[in-house]
């Protein structure tokens, strides 16, 4: 726990789940890959500007990207920069 401090942990709601659930019907994400959309619907309803990952396969994505973006605009959301970090 005290690795955490100083990061903020948000709870999993009933508009992250109902967000993942969009992203799912929208075909942006497989029913398999459900926590991955939570992934990303948790950092764009937390106003995250960044989501920072090394899944390649299904988040770093480009179609992924635009396909999550035009869900988000469809929908009123901002949009989610989703980034590789280099390999150290």
């Known amino acids: ?3 955490l401090s100083g990061f903020t ?3 999993l709601t009933d508009d992250i789940k109902q967000l993942a659930r969009q992203y799912i019907e929208a075909n942006v994400f497989t029913p398999p890959m ?3 959309a939570l992934h990303v619907a948790a950092a764009v309803l937390t106003r995250q500007d960044i ?3 090394w899944n390649f396969r299904h988040l770093v994505n480009r179609r992924r990207r635009a396909r999550i973006s035009d869900v ?3 929908i009123g959301l901002p949009s ?3 980034l590789a970090l280099p390999e150290v």
Request: charged share 10%.
């Open 34 to 36: 459900f926590n991955d």
């Open 51 to 53: 989501l920072v990952s």
């Open 72 to 74: 988000n605009m469809s």
């Open 80 to 82: 989610l920069e989703i």
């Open 1 to 3: 726990m005290a690795l």
């Open 9 to 11: 942990i948000y709870a």
